[in-house]
């Protein structure tokens, strides 16, 4: 099992340019997450999904949109990106409510 | 607003030595009390678990201490080894909320 993969590792866009963060997990998790993890702030939740089709705000959701059209994968998009959303963005998952998260890697995202 | 407070924010610990964090809540609904490791360039990782019917657990070298009245947990790492570390952060959540709340983590360094 390949766990919590997530696509690309690292990007550089311009302000202003948009692009789309893929999550996949081979666990047959219900819930994924995506969560953003800047210096002395932790990680925050961006937007996450209970399910197949579902979609939910987080803490930090401005700027971000989501999209879960298959159970395994889990994709942020920035329509048009500013440097205050340059961070390193991990995508979570979890079979259920009030359990373990499994992490991805992470994507290191910068904003020029 | 739901937080978690953790501290210290940074740790430097002799080997063999104690090191300990702490995190306090403010939602007594809270029913789930995760701490995370997370080592530069990768994703946080669940280390250990507590939830609120027990006061004490331990796995290994790691031990979660739970105090229900203060609304407190602490992580006490005995024995600590430059290969502990890493950033650790607590979270906690419950079977009705959203997702987990991270604390602002703690970087830990054992000197060797």
């Known amino acids: ?112 | 607003q739901q937080q978690v407070k953790q501290s210290p924010q940074s740790l430097i610990v002799q080997k063999g030595g104690i090191s300990i964090i702490n995190c306090a809540y403010e939602n007594t609904a809270f029913d789930y009390f995760p701490w995370y490791q997370q080592f530069p360039g990768k994703g946080p990782a669940l280390l250990i678990a507590i939830r609120p019917d027990v006061s004490e657990k331990k796995e290994g070298r790691f031990t979660i201490s739970f105090n229900k009245s203060a609304k407190q947990f602490s992580l006490h790492i005995m024995d600590s080894q430059p290969g502990d570390s890493a950033t650790y952060f607590c979270a906690a959540s419950n079977q009705a909320g959203t997702a987990l709340i991270f604390g602002k983590g703690t970087t830990l360094s054992v000197s060797s």
Not at chain 1, 57 to 71: A, F, H, M, Q, W
Not at chain 1, 104 to 112: A, D, E, I, Q
């Open chain 1, 1 to 112: 099992n390949a766990g919590v993969t997530q696509t690309p590792k690292f990007r550089v866009l311009k302000t202003g340019q948009s692009m789309t963060l893929l999550c996949a997990q081979d666990m047959n998790h219900e819930y994924m997450y995506w969560y953003r993890q800047d210096p002395g702030m932790g990680l925050r939740l961006i937007h996450y999904s209970v399910g197949e089709g579902t979609t939910a705000k987080g803490e930090v959701p401005d700027g971000y949109n989501v999209s879960r059209l298959k159970k395994q994968n889990f994709l942020l998009g920035l329509e048009s990106a500013a440097p205050s959303q340059t961070s390193v963005y991990f995508c979570a998952s979890s079979p259920r409510q009030g359990n373990e998260q499994f992490f991805g890697p992470g994507t290191r995202l910068t904003v020029l």
